[in-house]
């Protein structure tokens, strides 16, 4: 029997995440010189695995953890040392969305896998669970890479002269792959002002991948680009790099992508 429920999806969300460094009480000890070029005061380091920084951090990433569970990466996110950059559970609510969604959000109303199962006569999502185990876990290693990498370890990026500094390509885990670099902002006082000043690429510098969707095109005007919100995260086993929400491509890149294999998936 097909199941047209159309209740809500039963998941918490939050719209942003950042971990700050900050200089508590002492902050008039801290030297501003070391502030600006390290940018890194707060302690990077996690005591526990990738999958436990996953579960320590419910209110971004409990939907995450839940999807690495239904792939059957729990044991290698505990123990195999690796880099991810870890996608926000919102893509994971717009993803699967709500068959009868009445709200504002513009997104919502035209797309999600509910609503387009629904559409199509086919059984809806109540739970994570109700996605193929194979989808959940194709999408995910879009965003595992091998070895342990942190900010300092990728190239500069400059998506405006590519040809100067143009990241590195690199495998994921299912062989798709992606440009990762560092893009260097400009040091800016006085914006807009007559008496604006800026220093080229002396800002802070924020990590950033673009998902390529085919090799053949790498340019960057054709892949999918996303900025970390929080880098340099190190559990025991790896490092993680927690994305920005991503609201024009949603989760795997391709929100577009995963809801067309969800729907063959049930045919």
């Not at 070029?37 to 695995?49: M, Q, W």
């Not at 690199?170 to 220093?199: C, Q």
């Not at 790099?241 to 998936?265: A, C, P, T, Y």
Request: proline share 4%; aromatic share 14%; net charge negative.
């Amino acid at each position: 029997m097909m199941n047209r429920n159309k209740q809500r999806f039963p998941i918490r969300w939050v719209w942003a995440v950042a971990i700050a460094g900050i200089c508590m009480a002492w902050l008039s000890a801290c030297k501003q010189d070391d502030y600006y070029t390290d940018g890194g005061l707060a302690n990077p380091y996690f005591d526990g695995s990738i999958m436990a920084y996953l579960d320590a951090h419910p209110r971004q990433l409990d939907t995450i953890a839940e999807i690495v569970r239904l792939a059957g990466l729990e044991e290698f996110f505990n123990t195999e040392e690796f880099t991810f950059f870890a996608p926000q559970d919102e893509e994971i609510k717009r993803l699967i969305g709500e068959a009868d969604y009445q709200g504002d959000d513009p997104i919502l109303q035209i797309s999600g896998a509910n609503k387009q199962l629904y559409n199509l006569g086919l059984d809806t999502i109540q739970t994570l669970a109700d996605v193929d185990s194979t989808i959940w876990r194709k999408y995910l290693e879009r965003y595992m890479f091998h070895g342990k990498k942190l900010l300092k370890d990728y190239p500069q990026v400059d998506y405006d002269v590519f040809n100067t500094f143009g990241g590195q390509n690199y495998f994921a885990y299912n062989n798709t792959v992606s440009n990762i670099g560092v893009v260097f902002h400009d040091a800016v006082t006085d914006e807009g002002k007559p008496t604006e000043t800026r220093l080229k690429y002396m800002g802070y510098r924020q990590l950033h991948i673009s998902f390529i969707q085919n090799i053949s095109d790498p340019d960057p005007a054709s892949s999918i680009a996303q900025p970390v919100a929080s880098s340099d995260i190190q559990p025991n086993n790896g490092a993680v790099h927690v994305l920005n929400f991503n609201i024009s491509s949603g989760f795997g890149f391709n929100q577009f992508e995963v809801i067309q294999d969800i729907i063959q998936s049930k045919r």
